[in-house]
């Protein structure tokens, strides 16, 4: 067990003014909040807009698979300023088979994703 002398008890431990634990407090802001404007910027800036993007292609693509008629070339207009053309053209020269080119381009036309996708042609055959 421990035993404290009478003048131990007594003894001032060193301290810290006030003004030296508001720089340190304002220090500590400081770096945490351009830490954390850091790590947001590297979140937002890596490809989650292309992967976005990606996912946006793959669904027009599944659209044109899924219709009843066979998808035609087509440019869609996204709501900032994406242009998404698509493409159809036939598969190597199958008569059965079509490939569905999708690409998005910004303003300066700088192509930003691609996606390419091959789907079977609609038969118009009646049973």
């Known amino acids: 067990m421990v035993t404290l002398k009478a003048n131990q008890v007594r003894k001032k431990l060193q301290g810290s003014t006030v003004v030296e634990v508001i720089v340190a407090l304002v220090v500590i802001m400081v770096v945490f909040g351009i830490a954390t404007m850091t790590y947001v910027r590297i979140v937002n800036s890596s490809s989650s807009p292309k992967l976005r993007l ?6 027009l693509a ?16 996204l709501e900032n300023d994406i242009e ?21 381009f910004n303003k300066q ?19």
Do not use: C, F, W
């Open 54 to 59: 990606q996912q946006q292609l793959m669904v």
């Open 62 to 77: 599944g659209e044109a698979s899924s219709g009843l008629e066979n998808p035609q070339d087509h440019t869609y207009q």
């Open 84 to 104: 998404i053309q698509q493409r159809v053209t036939d598969y190597e020269g199958s008569d059965q088979l079509l490939l569905v080119e999708l690409e998005a």
């Open 109 to 127: 036309e700088k192509s930003l994703a691609s996606y390419r996708k091959i789907i079977q042609k609609k038969s118009h055959e009646t049973p």
